[in-house]
């Protein structure tokens, strides 16, 4: 088969942004910000100890992993994402820092049930929740969706867990995000980061 047309990449909103190796080398191009983002999201982390269980939602190529084994290569990773071709690409990047990692393909939806195979102490979630919300969503149906999204990652979390998002605001400004992270039950809720529109933030569930 024949490679698609070049051209897409020249058109204003253009690009093959669905292809997992075409995206990871236009990223720091074509999002300046995402890179930088996943530095602070690590930072913003607690210490995490050899052997914590730590889901990387909505993986894609696994860029949000890789940058937290770098700085934490004993923890147990979960790779959760909808698409297998995007898996491929996240299992054979972070396997190149580890043999303690899982994938599982599943569809996170905003329905409020836990995510699959936890509990986890860590989720991770790097311009991933924007996507899930959905991009065309009026401002009170996003909040709603946020909110049972929140809820979703809170009951897939063990006692005292942590969740660190790194996104941008296309979707929902920043403050209607923490607040539904808090109505969703998540305590310590903060924003770590932020510039132009990306921004990292968190929160933990009680113990």
Known sequence: MPPPNWRKNLERHGGF??????????????????LPMLDELVLALPPLAPG???????????NAAF????????VRMMLLDADD????????????????????????????????????DVVVAALALHAIIGHDVERAEAETR????????RDALSPG???LVGDHVGTLDLYPQLKAMERAGFQAVDCAWRQDDFFVAGGRVGE
């Open 17 to 34: 942004w669905r292809d997992g190796r075409w995206y990871d080398i236009h990223l720091d191009r074509r999002m300046p910000l995402a």
């Open 52 to 62: 914590t269980t730590v889901c990387d939602l909505a993986c894609g190529t696994g």
């Open 67 to 74: 940058t937290v084994l770098e700085a934490y290569p004993g």
């Open 85 to 120: 071709d995007l898996l491929a690409v996240a299992a054979d990047k972070i396997g190149t820092l580890t043999p303690d990692y899982e994938t599982l393909q599943a569809t996170v939806s905003t329905d409020g049930d836990p995510l699959p195979n936890g509990p986890y």
């Open 146 to 153: 946020y909110e049972l999204l929140f809820r979703s990652i």
């Open 161 to 163: 867990g942590h969740l």
